[in-house]
């Protein structure tokens, strides 16, 4: 009974992993592959009960590890896993058929049904992360990471004198309900009810301690966005023209990673608001 019991908490583990995103790729992984490891486990059982049976009757009478059928299921099963086997045995009970036996069973099971298997979990991982990927705008690193998840955690845990989470969510929710995306400090206190605010002795200084919240100065988009307007359109122009010195070209590179590095933490925090990880707003 207490086996059971382990195993079934083991297997809740995979519904409890849900929650994190890089964690659940495991769990996308078995129902993407499900309909084509269940067709596999039918062949392979098929081909494991019969070399269990070939090999009782061939060798059982006179060999302990194939006496009965239960040893010779076992005795396939681990020398499917790697198990060494005394093949003088064998060739000492039934020289020829233990030839056919040992050849026929490593070229089907250990060779060929063990690799379909690994192709079918491979293709299902690839398959079942790039979903994930798509779900968070194509890019890898906008996934959410275990460790980051536990760094948020830490700032929230850590975020002394801060407003509430609930009463910041509630806010964000009201200006979410107008599709305000963003907002100043100011409108969030305005969101909170003033009874709220008398009660819980809410002030703007409260509000950006949150450790929830993504503050950005105002008018840092705009500014960003009229540099890149400036500068993507023309730049492989001028670096082609070779008009620039290599100190400018050097210069105009790293203003353009700069600016793609802030194109990627820009969709990534978009993906975080969207998920309702954190709120975002622009200080006053």
């Given at each position: ?11 809740r583990c995979f519904k409890f992993y849900r929650f994190q995103p890089r964690l ?261």
């Amino acid at each position: 009974g207490n086996f059971f019991n382990i195993l079934l908490c083991l297997t809740r583990c995979f519904k409890f992993y849900r929650f994190q995103p890089r964690l659940a790729i495991i769990n996308k992984t078995m129902e993407t592959c499900f309909s084509d490891l269940y067709h596999f486990l039918l062949m392979f059982i098929t081909f494991l009960f019969g070399f269990a049976v070939m090999s009782n009757v061939l060798f059982g009478p006179q060999l302990h590890q194939f006496s009965t059928l239960q040893e010779s299921l076992m005795t396939g099963w681990m020398m499917m896993n790697g198990a060494s086997l005394n093949y003088m045995q064998l060739a000492y009970v039934d020289g020829s058929m233990a030839a056919v036996f040992f050849v026929s069973f490593m070229f089907l099971v250990f060779i060929i049904l063990l690799n379909v298997l690994l192709a079918i979990l491979v293709d299902s991982y690839a398959l079942a992360k790039d979903a994930t990927v798509e779900e968070f705008g194509g890019e890898e690193d906008n996934i959410p990471s275990l460790a980051g998840d536990m760094a948020t955690i830490v700032r929230h845990s850590f975020s002394w004198g801060g407003i509430s989470n609930t009463v910041l969510l509630q806010a964000v929710k009201h200006l979410l309900e107008h599709e305000e995306e963003q907002a100043t400090v100011e409108q969030i206190f305005q969101c909170i009810p003033e009874k709220v605010r008398n009660r819980n002795n809410i002030t703007h200084d409260k509000i950006l301690k949150n450790g929830g919240l993504h503050l950005v100065e105002e008018g840092e988009e705009q500014d960003e966005e009229h540099i890149e307007a400036m500068l993507d359109p023309d730049l492989n122009e001028i670096l082609a023209e070779g008009g620039v010195g290599s100190d400018v070209k050097e210069l105009l590179r790293k203003m353009d990673e700069m600016i793609l590095e802030n194109k990627q933490l820009r969709k990534r925090i978009d993906n975080e608001v969207a998920s309702g990880r954190i709120a975002r707003v622009k200080s006053d």
